[in-house]
């Protein structure tokens, strides 16, 4: 499974795919800490290159927060020429194994409510909205909340 635990020598990889889909302002100490938190799952995906070539090729990335059986996604992102061929999911399902997500267990996010392709994603992954916040984000946007229960 290329899904692995990020760390700080991914993080300019990290920040680039952060930039090119510009849908967070994270800076590279907000990730440092992430990274660092004990209560943070911060997890890469990293597709698999040439043998000869020993550089890595980081397409995606998600962050979790673990809060006793409640969880929250913060984020996860798939470079742009990338999508559509499974990273999210496989992101996604990493996080859900590691937080050995189960048994009445719940995962909470929240999500631009103009941003269709991440709601389609969450959706598919049968999470479920109940809810939104007005004027959540900086430029007035409402946040829509979304839930996964087990
Ligand atoms: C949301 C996001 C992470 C999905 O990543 P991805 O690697 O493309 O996802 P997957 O390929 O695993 O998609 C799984 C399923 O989700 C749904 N889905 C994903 N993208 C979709 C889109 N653009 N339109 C409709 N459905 C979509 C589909 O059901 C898809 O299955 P299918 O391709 O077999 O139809 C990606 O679109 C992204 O990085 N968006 C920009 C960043 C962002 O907005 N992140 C979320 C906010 S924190």
Redesign the pocket.
């Known amino acids: 499974m290329p899904v692995r635990e990020m760390t700080e020598s991914d993080l300019k990889q990290v920040l680039e ?1 952060q930039r090119e ?1 510009s ?2 302002d994270w800076n590279e100490a907000q990730f440092k800490a992430e990274i660092k938190a004990s209560y943070a799952l911060c997890v890469v995906y990293e597709a698999p290159r040439a043998e000869a070539d020993a550089s890595s090729n980081i397409i ?1 990335y ?1 962050v979790f927060h673990l809060l006793g059986s409640d969880s929250e ?8 020429a ?11 399902k990493a996080g859900l194994s590691r937080l050995d997500f189960g048994n009445g267990d719940r995962m909470f ?1 929240e ?2 409510e103009g ?4 709601r ?6 049968g999470f479920e909205a109940f809810g939104k916040r007005n004027n959540y984000y900086a430029d007035g946007e409402t946040a829509i909340l979304y839930r996964k229960t087990t």
Do not use: D, M, W
């Open positions: 795919i889909l849908f967070q995606g998600a996604l913060l984020s996860i992102a798939t470079k742009a990338e999508q559509r061929k499974g990273t999210g999911t496989e992101l996604l996010l999500v631009r941003n269709e392709k991440a389609r994603f969450y959706e598919h992954h």
